[in-house]
């Protein structure tokens, strides 16, 4: 980045200081080409420094008297320029703008003395007790009401005053030799200044119009509408606008029509916006869920994998048919589409029995448990109210499905497997989620029901503990005995694997003895 200065003499030379080593753009300068030299400012730093002498070229081409005249010269203009800061405008000018102030003056004072009479006028006509006020002709501006008008009504009347006035104005102003004047009509009501013709002629001075062509065309004097006055010539094109850009704005805005669209579609825009990101955005993964989500939202898609007892994997279809889901766009079933676009959802407040991985045996009533939760879940569309993450980065949720028939509410996936005794209310002294004090009461309602009626792996379990009797008739389990829950699956399953690595490592101690 680069910074140049130029110094502009009195004679319009300029040089380049050399505070920097030059460059291209000044050369570039030199030669006329401003857009691409330094006059562009915003690609080179540049600054202007003028001075009322000249350069050494002109000095020395201005010696002698020719020099010296050059310098009054100078003077000469200067003190010119001074002059008009101080004074404003030329002499020639001043004469002019005073010689009309004395021609307007003029014809005020006689106008004043022709109107002197008007009071004497006005007692000469005598008062009709029955008179009406005379409608007056469109020849005002509609907003301005004249003595004896309604505020907002495009017909208006004439009082005795107003005409007797107007009346006395035309007639000297029709006198041959009369110069033009400009006569206010009821200073009080109407502040719109005249400009007086003959009668019937009476025109704003916005709106120049010329004389009827005949006695047919003028306008009658009955009711007249504000529509029966012609439009105002537009101002030529070459007219220097004195309004402000601000001014413009603001007269622009004063208008509701001019604004009340554009604000209506930025706010449809930016409401369409935030409505689809609150509610039609996809959310492919669990990292992609925002804390604020939690919660607050739920999530509605396709189970397309069932993982467990209390696990499955979700296709987040925000907006559901309405939004095209199911005919306009389709879930994907390829396990290669399907990587990295679901949502690993753990059903929260249940723990279902645990199946065989690891290298441990599988738990009783767990392939029962995964089997129930394909065919309620897979492939059918549900609703999860997520709460948070677990451990391993699954999404902590209750989730509700809709089973035939659909006008039912939708059904507890977790209370339901509760229900059927193919689960146990979640145990974990830490974690435990169950969506409030509410919810965790109802599962273990469930779960001491499905207790008392052994259902699933309660009846497993009584019956495994029941010994045989004549005719094969059983008695019942001793009280008091129950099947292993998974909370206490995994912790005996922990201890036999730090007992076996126990062993291990005392079988490889002695065999390196």
């Given at each position: ?18 505070i ?36 050494r070229?002109?000095?020395?081409a ?8 050059g ?31 004395k ?113 047919s065309?003028r ?35 004063g ?45 509605l898609?396709?189970?397309t ?6 696990g ?27 990587k ?18 690891f ?7 767990a ?10 879940v ?9 709460y ?46 169950f969506g ?8 273990r ?18 019956a ?17 005995l ?7 699956y ?13 062993r ?10």
């Amino acid at each position: 980045m680069c910074f140049h200065r130029r110094l502009v003499f009195g004679c319009a030379h300029h040089a380049w200081l050399g505070i920097t080593r030059p460059c291209e753009t000044e050369a570039s300068f030199d030669r006329g080409e401003t857009d691409t030299g330094c006059g562009v400012r915003w690609s080179h730093g540049y600054d202007t420094i003028r001075v009322r002498a000249k350069c050494r070229t002109c000095i020395k081409a201005q010696e002698g008297t020719s020099f010296r005249l050059g310098i009054v010269k100078e003077q000469l203009k200067a003190l010119r320029e001074h002059l008009t800061l101080i004074k404003g405008e030329s002499l020639e000018t001043v004469r002019e703008e005073e010689e009309k102030e004395k021609g307007k003056e003029k014809n005020e004072e006689w106008l004043g003395e022709q109107l002197g009479r008007l009071d004497e006028v006005m007692e000469e006509v005598r008062i009709d007790p029955k008179h009406r006020a005379l409608k007056l002709p469109s020849i005002v501006s509609p907003s301005r009401v004249v003595e004896g008008g309604n505020e907002g009504s495009d017909i208006f009347f004439l009082s005795r005053t107003s005409f007797l006035r107007a009346t006395v104005a035309t007639t000297l102003a029709s006198e041959p030799g009369s110069p033009p004047m400009t006569l206010p009509i009821n200073r009080s009501r109407l502040t719109t200044s005249l400009k007086v013709r003959r009668w019937g002629e009476i025109r704003t001075r916005q709106q120049e119009y010329g004389a009827p062509k005949s006695e047919s065309s003028r306008k009658s004097w009955l009711q007249m509408k504000a529509n029966d006055r012609p439009e105002a010539s537009p101002p030529p094109s070459g007219a220097k606008d004195d309004g402000s850009w601000a001014d413009s704005v603001r007269d622009h805005l004063g208008v509701p029509q001019n604004w009340i669209a554009p604000v209506a579609a930025a706010a449809l825009t930016l409401g369409a916006f935030r409505f689809y990101q609150s509610y039609l955005r996809r959310i492919p993964t669990a990292d992609h869920i925002a804390p604020s989500f939690f919660r607050r939202r739920s999530l509605l898609g396709q189970v397309t994998s069932v993982g467990d007892g209390d696990g499955f994997h979700l296709f987040h279809t925000p907006g559901g048919r309405l939004a095209g889901w199911g005919w306009l766009r389709r879930v994907p079933k390829e396990r290669k589409q399907l990587k990295g676009q679901t949502i690993p959802i753990r059903i929260a407040g249940i723990d279902a029995p645990e199946g065989a991985h690891f290298g441990r045996p599988a738990q009783p009533f767990a392939a029962e448990a995964q089997a129930f939760l394909e065919s309620y879940v897979l492939n059918r569309r549900v609703r999860a109210r997520v709460y948070r993450r677990d451990q391993y980065e699954r999404v902590v949720a209750t989730v509700y499905v809709r089973r035939p028939p659909f006008f039912f509410p939708r059904r507890d996936l977790g209370l339901e497997m509760l229900r059927r005794g193919l689960a146990v209310a979640y145990e974990g002294k830490a974690g435990a989620e169950f969506g409030g004090a509410q919810m965790e009461a109802r599962y273990r309602e469930a779960e001491a029901a499905a207790k008392r009626k052994r259902r699933g792996l309660w009846g497993a379990a009584a019956a495994e503990r029941r010994g045989r009797g004549l005719f094969g008739i059983g008695a019942p389990a001793a009280k008091g005995l129950e099947p292993e829950t998974p909370m206490a699956y995994k912790k005996r399953m922990r201890a036999l694997d730090g007992l076996n690595k126990g062993r291990e490592g005392g079988r490889r101690q002695v065999m390196n003895e």
